[in-house]
């Protein structure tokens, strides 16, 4: 499988008609606050240093104004860097030529917004069938990929509709069924399913996360959600006032939180979705009957140990052989610790 990772080095973005002449001052610790009142210029990005793993869903997340849509529109260069890198398959997209830029963005990246981009007098399937047709393959090989996308998001019978016949949920899906369409490697979604309802946006997490499991996407995903980006990222990478403040595994920042900022967002979190047996066990392998898998969440666990009235479980690898165990005391105290920092 091709490397289709993304590796983000010592970028900066100042908004500004002269953004680079402010670097240094921003590196000696001047403030957003400070640079925009005294010099007219924003600061976007601080030196951000992110490693997107290949076939992996790689979320961004913060609150407004935190730097995350700023962040994903430096991957396709729809912004310019005022410094820094950002490298795929050895070339830097930030120094490519024009018309490697216009290549890369046609075949090897594809976008899903959150107001969906839909163009209101082209079809369903018209609509799907955009972002392939500049790419210059012939119309029937297009239109048979683009139909096939289309039944796979659940939209078979809707190609001929127009996007104001469909709901949001739906809207949404053409969008996705677009993207995936160009068969691109790198899937860019900003804040894709922010504008849509709460169990229509967990409907369509699990479509994504199915598709997820076959197409082994590079996927960078933008949301303000914590729940949302402990679901799907496989890594999260938190921003604040242009800055990654903490990044690593759901878990890893839910055990973990780097400061009192992020303790405050992870403390609601549901401990028991992301913290994984692995993480509790004990190393000894386990005699008893009931075998609980490795990778598994202790709200897994939990509900496993319960149904079978037991109170040791076997954790077990791939193979089935157990490699340690867990009680139900030690899963309970787990899922109610509160996080430290």
Known sequence: MADNSIEVKGLYKIFGPHGEKYIQMVKDGISKEELNAKYGHVLGLKDIN??????????????SGSGKSTM?????????????????????????????LLAFRRHKTA?????????????????????IGLQGVPRGKAEERAR????????????????????????????????????????????????????????????????????????VFITHDLDEALRLGDRIAILRDGEVIQQGTGQEIVLHPADAYIADFVKEVNRGRVIKV????????????LQIPTGSSLEIAAQKLTYSNENVAAITDTSGTAIGEITMKAVIDAMVTPATH
């Open 50 to 63: 992110i490693k997107m793993p290949s076939a992996r869903i790689q979320v961004i997340m913060g609150l």
């Open 278 to 289: 692995d993480t509790i066990m004990s190393p000894k392998p386990s005699s008893s009957t």
């Open 72 to 100: 994903i529109r430096h991957i396709n260069r729809l912004i310019e860097p005022t410094v820094g890198e950002v490298i795929y398959q050895g070339q830097d997209i930030c120094k490519m030529s024009k018309s490697d």
């Open 148 to 219: 096939h996308w289309l039944n796979r998001v659940g939209l078979d019978g809707f190609e001929d509709n127009y996007p104001n016949q469909l709901s949001g949920g739906m809207q949404q899906r053409v969008g996705l069924a677009r993207a995936l369409t160009n068969d691109a490697d790198i899937l860019l979604m900003d804040e894709a399913f922010s504008a849509l309802d709460p169990l229509i946006r967990m409907d369509m997490q699990t479509i994504l996360l199915e598709l997820q499991d076959e197409l082994h996407k590079t996927i």
């Open 111 to 131: 976008m899903v917004f959150q107001k969906f981009a839909l163009l209101p007098h082209r079809t369903v399937l018209d609509n799907t069938l955009f972002g």
